[in-house]
């Protein structure tokens, strides 16, 4: 069974920054493409972030150049760097596995002065 949990989120003034990070558990980690996703109140998921297994990367037109999605094989982990925090970054941030249907509880970014 795929567990995915992610950590890190917390408040933040505009401009700062936080690194979030997601342990995944159940899988062969390294062959597969990894997701960070993020959920506003009252909006659809969006995507935000992809590494692939040979650590190629895409990102959302709104994050780019200031998140930075990263991974680790050996811990089995996947992490997200976020610099220049804006208001509009607000939201729960999940990971996921596109091959697997599971999801980790989130972890709630508040971007606010």
């Known amino acids: 069974q795929v567990q995915l949990v992610e950590s890190g989120g917390g408040l933040v003034q505009p401009r700062g920054s936080l690194t979030l990070s997601c342990a995944a558990s159940g899988l062969f980690f390294s062959a597969y493409a990894m997701h960070w996703y993020r959920q506003a109140p009252g909006k659809e998921r969006e995507l935000v972030a992809t590494i692939r297994s040979d650590r190629t990367t895409n990102y959302a037109d709104s994050v780019k150049g200031r998140f930075t999605i990263s991974r680790d094989n050996a811990r089995n982990s996947v992490y997200l760097q976020m610099h220049s925090l804006k208001p509009e970054d607000t939201a729960v941030y999940y990971c996921?596995?596109?091959?697997?249907?599971?999801w980790g509880q989130g972890t709630q970014v508040t971007v606010s002065s």
């Open positions: 996921n596995c596109p091959a697997y249907t599971s």
